[in-house]
């Protein structure tokens, strides 16, 4: 970031809020060492936010000029809050809706390499239970998200586009995270090589479990030269 500071950006548990989910944040100046991170922060301390219903998995992203918080709420949409680089990692304000779509959680918003465009990836429940990811783009982080891969049958990461060797072990595809080109906070990826980092699950291992239950294993997506991805 701007600090010269590595921050993580996570959800922990506030009871006695009205948000019980609460986003926070660590630091540490030293990443090689695990025990340096500080102790968690939120990035609300005294208040919720005005607007705010509900709130799970928050991404932070940064532009020439702000700080971006997106976030989804399990009811198809995703929204977005901004601060500028001075302010951060407070000052987040101007809640609004950023996308409205069959979407469920886990937005993760990226820069394209050499592009003046945005890529959101968001898991989505499909036919059956089964999760999925759906592509964004957008000319700015702060604009209008339109779909690029946004249905089951044709997804940006799915059972119905990824190929792996017997057996199989994944037709369900979450909590994904794409593998950036750098580490600064403008999190950018090169879209002629996406790598994307899965946890995946067969649909008879995870039926009838609870969701901290399922067995989920994780795995990298490569995309190949034919716009399909494959499994390692």
């Not at 709420?73 to 680089?85: A, Q, Y």
């Not at 783009?137 to 990824?162: C, H, M, S, V």
């Not at 580490?183 to 790598?195: F, G, H, I, K, R």
Request: charged share 25%.
């Amino acid at each position: 970031t701007p600090h010269k500071r590595w921050y993580m950006i996570y959800q922990v548990g506030e009871p006695n809020r009205k948000l019980q989910l609460q986003p926070a944040f660590s630091t540490t100046d030293n990443i090689s060492d695990p025990e340096s991170w500080s102790q968690a922060k939120l990035l609300f301390p005294d208040t919720d936010p005005v607007g705010v219903q509900g709130w799970i998995d928050f991404w932070v992203i940064c532009d020439k000029e702000n700080a971006y918080l997106f976030f989804t709420s399990l009811n198809g949409k995703m929204w977005r809050m901004w601060t500028t680089l001075d302010k951060f990692p407070y000052g987040f304000d101007h809640c609004e809706l950023a996308l409205q779509a069959d979407i469920f959680e886990a937005s993760h918003t990226y820069k394209l390499l050499n592009q003046d465009k945005y890529l959101t990836v968001v898991e989505a429940q499909g036919r059956e239970g089964r999760r999925y990811y759906k592509a964004y783009i957008a000319d700015k982080l702060n604009g209008e998200w339109k779909p690029l891969a946004d249905t089951q049958d044709r997804p940006f990461a799915g059972a119905e586009n990824i190929y792996q060797s017997d057996p199989l072990w994944a037709d369900n595809i979450s909590h994904g995270e794409l593998i950036r080109i750098g580490y600064d906070e403008t999190l950018t990826v090169d879209p002629s090589n996406l790598q994307f980092l899965i946890q995946g699950v067969l649909d008879q291992q995870k039926a009838g479990k609870k969701y901290g239950e399922i067995p989920w294993k994780l795995g990298l997506l490569t995309l190949i030269n034919k716009g399909k991805e494959s499994n390692k």
